[in-house]
């Protein structure tokens, strides 16, 4: 019953996508008013909405006769982990995705843009939404009906059900991925709208910011998720599905700095980063998707993948046509000093685009090796130390001189580096000669001291500007502050963080530094379709003692162990206890103690890039709201009169 | 030159010699670090994602460092310990492989990347030259008639992509028929053995029902009459064991279960029963325990 | 519309993608499955030799002439339980004809592993403790499961990661016992 229901949402979903695909199409080369179109836009949003919420009663009502249910239900799971397991397996997250995709879609359906250009981007945007669906209701249906129908099913992945995170790590994600899709669809309609394209920019701007800032806190808490349950005691292990996040944040980052007012001259680079990022998001759904790459949370392998490459190609293929068609806004005819903000910029951009070729070779390698080779060679986190690593000290260095050379031909722009210099030179010095954190994280928190120091400088001279200005300004300071202190985060816990590994009986300790815990007991207990051993320690460090216990957990229906180790969070450092393994009379215990300092330096420059992203968010929006679109003729014929 | 000049240069001087040194103590190898550590730090750990073997809690890695701690106390040199993994497990297994053949477009792409991205922004940067033009060509937009057609176009080109999509979806799904991967026979009949190992017999009992209705199968009948037997209901087991005992005469578990179910509905024919078990099935986990039983 | 011509940088872009993607294709279509082939060449198999788990000593070097299937196992290993019972049927039905198989327990407890093997019924397997799996990293294992098939030259002619079937063991183990 749920499961027809479903099935009629996805199809009907298909069938007004397609729709709104050719009626955006009438408005953008015949004319036709947009009201239909608009219609069908929102009518495909609660098509995608009925699919979802079908999908979610059939969780909520544990109708394991839906093949989703059947597959990732349970009845021991929680109302959070039973809502949550929509996006736990591949089927039910293309739902949220399509979810996500047609609200995007119904958002900038409603705007109202220069009239051919806001037509070919939602024609482009219902084209990606079509094959989605497609995909959803021909390929991966979560609804077909199951028979004979199940008592019970394994529950989702044990791994997704320990943390809170987990409900709002991938929908913001997603948020981010999709959010993409609009600069993606500007930018192709724009040569295709004449002089109506020139407005691109202006309007892809602040979807762009929304799209990065949810991104940004999606990785943040794909990392935090990673931290605080895969028990491994990092945060970040250049894992595929790691790095398919990144790629599009990577080439958006640079998207957002080259589309800067002031770099109207960037024209070609704005399209090419505009396509790239989504491109690259497509891409990274059909790494992870197709089962392609073996991953710590990949999904399992499923028939998308040839699609999902279709897919990819054939947005690369109207990039580069479209792309071909030429710049839609004029260069401007003056030629920038070298020391200038268009430089900056630009530097960025090239630092950027060869850490994302870096990260994209490392990750598909093992795809491209296997045909050639026969074998699978994965590339590991060396490669990248080597690679991506020094040039996103480059990066963040490059944050640092850029608010110096914000005036054009400026010669004071040395004198204004004297002071970061100092900095940056007299926290190497203290730091070298203090303790050894290798050279990579030393050069790191140089380059930090310097970025932090330019930045306040800019920050007390913020005062003498206009409001608007001074907003994005802030907007700036604080997503590049919190870039420094993610470096400074990454490199203090990666160069000081101590870890012990024992074996200890009831009564021993482990010891790290001047922390210690000591095993009072080992508990078991069962049931739920899971095993679950937990640890008493004593810890003792930091002046105080506490009791923490961490815990293993084993779920028979799937045959997986999972750690869940405790934090003990401070201002400067994290203790971290991890249970790795129990012996079977319960007389002995492996425990892992980790001291990782700075890991909350690291949250916090998270937090505040995300909300430097979400500040110039609100200024762009406002921006755009306040100021309307230039007036343009409405009738195809009289614009090209005007563009002839 | 002033004092104050002279302090400042000063300074930096000093500055500048306190970072050189910084930066030279960290480049050198720590003396401190366990040797171990490094050599495990360089290896990849193959049984997980990504993981040196220095960091990865997997069983696999920390037998590799114990086997690189032993070779190290046996005075075996680092780069002959890493010669001794890489003949084992191949060249992956080393953090950093040697850059030739395939490896090397791991640094060729991202010095393309460079190179390429470099030129276009030289390129962004220089004077325009005759590319005021460019602008001027956009805008094209076809009116009336080609409109029209570039619009029907389009409608075949939607419903070819939804076309695309279906057959090869269609293709797919023939080609790798997908196997349920949580079979819900194989969900109860786990769940009943957790049942039954919390000793909850009568609730395991009640799944292994279930499971037989979707599944008749000899192997899950007995484990019913098993979980009958220890429920208490002697009579039940006996009944369900002759079930299969009708199918098969000769089946070990169905004359051990009829056994010792007969030991308490009629004790007279459960040594027959189970010394037949004991010809059947002499090699049996539970033979010893039963001969035993029978000749005791 | 001059401009509509594809430029040659532009073209050239275009069909590196799609070389990268047809690429991409073909790793896909293998499967992530294809890393589990067996090995190539027969290799001289490493020294595996120590006490057994009922006291007795083991050396696969005094074992020449005896076809040999080493299973890396342990008890905190779910997959390696389900194999047991095919292992120790093989274990009984063919060693008349030669066949010796020996359990590596890597990084186990005696009481664990003594437990698995009551449990699964599982007689028919020399088991050799390997509490700190130096032996197991001396044959290269990846992880457990692993199974390895030593002739009776003492050579390592088939390994397969992960679970072993009744199908493989028939291909690799038969014919060597026929051989004899």
Do not use: K
């Amino acid at each position: 019953m749920l499961g027809d229901l479903g099935t009629a949402g996805l199809t009907a979903g298909l069938t007004s996508a397609s729709l709104t695909v050719l009626l955006w199409l009438r408005v953008a080369l015949l004319g036709a008013p947009a009201r239909a179109a608009r219609v069908a836009t929102v009518v495909t949003l609660l098509a995608a909405a009925l699919a979802c919420g079908a999908l979610e009663a059939a969780l909520l009502r544990r109708d394991f006769s839906v093949r989703f249910v059947a597959e990732n239900g349970g009845r021991h799971v929680s109302v959070y982990d039973t809502v949550t397991s929509l996006w736990s397996a591949l089927d039910g997250s293309l739902l949220l995705w399509l979810l996500v995709l047609c609200g995007y879609a119904a958002l900038l359906a409603r705007r109202r843009h220069p009239r051919r250009l806001h037509a070919y981007a939602m024609a482009v945007v219902g084209v990606v939404t079509t094959f989605f669906f497609a995909l959803s209701t021909l390929a991966a249906n979560p609804f077909r009906a199951v028979h004979p129908v199940p008592v019970d099913g394994p529950g989702p992945n044990p791994l997704l059900q320990q943390h809170p995170a987990m409900g709002v790590h991938p929908p913001l994600l997603y948020l981010g991925y999709l959010g993409l899709v609009v600069p993606f669809a500007l930018a192709l309609a724009a040569p295709l709208a004449g002089v109506e394209g020139r407005d691109w920019l202006r309007i892809a701007r602040p979807w762009t910011l929304a799209a990065w800032s949810a991104l940004t806190a999606g990785i943040a808490l794909g990392a935090w998720w990673s931290y605080a349950v895969l028990g491994w005691g990092g945060y970040w292990a250049w894992d595929p599905v790691e790095n398919a996040s990144l790629l599009p944040w990577l080439t958006a980052t640079a998207f957002l700095h080259t589309m800067l007012s002031g770099a109207v001259r960037h024209a070609r680079w704005n399209t090419v980063l505009a396509c790239a990022s989504f491109v690259l998001v497509l891409l990274g759904t059909f790494l992870t998707r197709s089962g392609a790459v073996a991953s710590v949370h990949a999904f399992t392998e499923s028939p998308l993948g040839p699609l999902l490459l279709g897919l990819v190609l054939l947005a690369v293929l109207a990039s580069t046509l479209l792309a071909a068609r030429g710049d839609p806004a004029p260069p401007s005819p003056r030629t920038p000093p070298l020391l200038s903000r268009a430089t900056a910029v630009l530097v960025n951009g090239v630092l950027l685009v060869t850490i994302a070729a870096a990260v994209l070779i490392g990750t598909i390698f093992p795809l491209l090796t296997e045909p050639l080779t026969g074998a699978r060679t994965n590339v590991g986190p060396g490669y990248y130390q080597r690679t991506a690593v020094p040039l996103a000290v480059a990066v963040l260095l490059l944050a640092g001189v850029a608010p110096a050379v914000r005036r054009a031909g400026d010669r004071a722009v040395a004198r204004r580096l004297v002071l970061p210099a100092v900095a940056a030179l007299a926290t190497v010095a203290a730091v070298g000669l203090i303790s050894r954190p290798g050279l990579p994280a030393l050069v790191a928190f140089g380059a930090a001291a310097f970025t932090l120091t330019g930045l306040a400088g800019q920050l007390g001279s913020m005062q003498r500007r206009r409001r608007g200005v001074r907003t994005v300004r802030l907007a700036a300071v604080l997503a590049h502050a919190g870039l420094a202190l993610v470096a400074v985060g990454v490199a203090g816990s990666s160069a000081y963080g101590q870890a012990q590994e024992r074996t200890v009986r009831t009564g021993e300790t482990v010891r790290v530094s001047d922390v210690s815990v000591r095993l009072v007991a080992v508990d078991r207990s069962a049931g739920n379709g899971r095993m679950v051993v937990q640890a008493r320690l004593a810890l003792t460090g930091d002046g105080s003692d506490r009791t923490v216990a961490p815990r293993l957990w084993y779920d028979t229906a799937r045959d997986t162990a999972v750690t869940v180790p405790r934090i003990d969070t401070g201002v400067l450092r994290d203790t971290y206890v991890t249970l790795l393994a129990v012996a079977a009379d319960g007389s002995t215990a492996t425990v892992r103690l980790a001291v990782n300092p700075l890991v909350g330096v690291l949250w916090l420059g998270a937090a505040l890039i995300v909300g430097g992203g979400l500040l110039a968010f609100a200024a762009s929006a406002r921006r755009v709201r306040r100021r309307p679109p230039p007036s343009v003729p409405v009738d195809p014929p009289t614009a090209l009169r005007v563009a002839a | 030159m002033s004092w104050r000049r002279l302090l400042g240069v000063l300074a930096v001087a000093a500055l500048l010699a306190g970072a050189g040194t910084g930066l030279l103590r960290s480049s050198a190898p720590d003396p401190d670090t366990d040797p171990v550590r490094t050599i495990a730090a360089g290896l990849r750990c193959p049984a997980c994602q990504g993981e040196s073997v220095a960091d990865s809690q997997s069983p696999i890695a920390a037998a590799m460092r114990q086997a690189v701690a032993d070779q190290l106390a046996r005075g075996r040199s680092p780069a002959e310990i890493r010669r001794w993994f890489v003949e084992r497990y191949g060249d992956e297994v080393l953090a950093d492989p040697p850059a030739r053949g395939l490896p090397l477009l791991l640094w060729a792409v991202p010095a393309l990347a460079l190179l390429g991205a470099g030129a276009a922004a030289v390129r962004t940067l220089r004077p325009p030259r005759r590319r005021a033009s460019a602008a001027a060509a956009v805008g094209s937009a076809p009116a009336g008639v080609a409109a029209r057609r570039v619009w029907w176009l389009s409608c075949a080109a939607v419903v070819a992509l939804v076309a695309a999509v279906a057959v090869v979806a269609g293709r797919l799904e023939d080609a790798q028929p997908q196997a349920p991967p949580a079979d819900p026979v194989a969900v109860t009949l786990q769940l009943a053995r957790e049942l039954e190992q919390q000793q909850r017999y009568d609730a395991a009992a009640e799944l292994y029902r279930d499971a037989l209705r979707e599944l008749p199968d000899d192997g899950v009948q007995l484990r019913l009459a098993f979980a009958l037997l220890r429920a208490g209901d002697a009579a039940g087991a006996e009944r369900t064991a002759r079930e299969v005992l009708t199918r098969s005469p000769d089946s070990p578990d169905g004359l051990l279960v009829l056994g010792l179910a007969q030991r308490s509905t009629r004790p007279e024919e459960a040594p027959q029963t189970l010394r037949r078990f004991l010809t059947v099935a002499p090699r049996h986990p539970a033979a010893e325990e039963i001969s035993r039983l029978v000749d005791g | 519309m001059t401009t509509r011509r594809l430029p040659a940088a532009r073209a050239t872009v275009l069909l590196l993608v799609v070389a990268v993607a047809a690429v991409l294709a073909a790793g896909l279509h293998g499967g992530p499955a294809s890393t589990t082939g067996a090995a190539g060449d027969p290799i001289p198999a490493p020294a595996l030799h120590g006490t057994t788990l009922d006291g007795g000593r083991f050396d696969l070097a005094e074992a020449r002439g005896q076809v040999v299937v080493v299973n890396v196992f342990a008890s905190w290993c779910g997959p390696c339980r389900d194999e047991l019972p095919l292992l120790d049927d093989i274990a009984r039905r063919w060693s008349p004809y030669g066949l010796r198989v020996v359990g590596l327990n890597l990084r186990d407890g005696p009481e664990a592993v003594r437990a698995l093997l009551s449990e699964t019924g599982t007689t028919g397997l020399t088991v050799l403790p390997d509490p700190d799996g130096t032996q197991a990293v001396r044959w290269g294992v990846r992880g457990v499961p692993e199974t390895f098939v030593v002739d009776r030259d003492g050579r390592i002619v088939a390994r397969r990661p992960g679970v072993v079937t009744q199908e493989w063991l028939d291909q690799r183990v038969t014919p060597l016992l026929r051989a004899a």
